[in-house]
């Protein structure tokens, strides 16, 4: 049974910096993609960045320059370091694994990030 646990949202100010955790439980094939998703309210879910197992990230255009997504395989965690943030970065944030071998999906129980200005 594979597990991912979100750590790290809270409330925070306009340009302020928070770093979300995804800590990974069971068995996965190596070949996966991790990513980080949020969804606002009255919103459709939205990919914010993903990371390959090769290392190759992407990001949505709205966070390219302010957040880094980021694994350790050891640790098997995947982070999003966000800075600069903004209010409309107010979303509950998802962490997200696919398993290319078992071509499935897994889901964390999402973690709420608010910005004020």
């Known amino acids: 049974q594979v597990q991912l646990v979100e750590s790290g949202g809270g409330l925070v100010q306009t340009g302020e910096s928070l770093r979300l955790s995804c800590a990974v439980s069971g068995r996965l094939f190596s070949l996966n993609t991790r990513a980080w998703y949020r969804q606002a309210p009255g919103k459709q879910r939205e990919l914010v960045a993903a990371?390959?197992?090769?290392?190759?990230?992407n990001y949505a255009d709205s966070v390219k320059g302010r957040f880094t997504i980021s694994r350790d395989n050891v640790k098997n965690t995947v982070y999003l370091q966000m800075n600069s943030l903004k209010p409309e970065d107010t979303a509950v944030y998802y962490c997200?694994?696919?398993?290319?071998?078992?071509?499935?999906?897994?889901w964390g129980q999402g973690i709420q990030v608010a910005v004020s200005s």
């Open positions: 990371i390959a197992s090769g290392g190759r990230t």
């Open positions: 997200n694994i696919y398993d290319q071998v078992r071509d499935s999906d897994y």
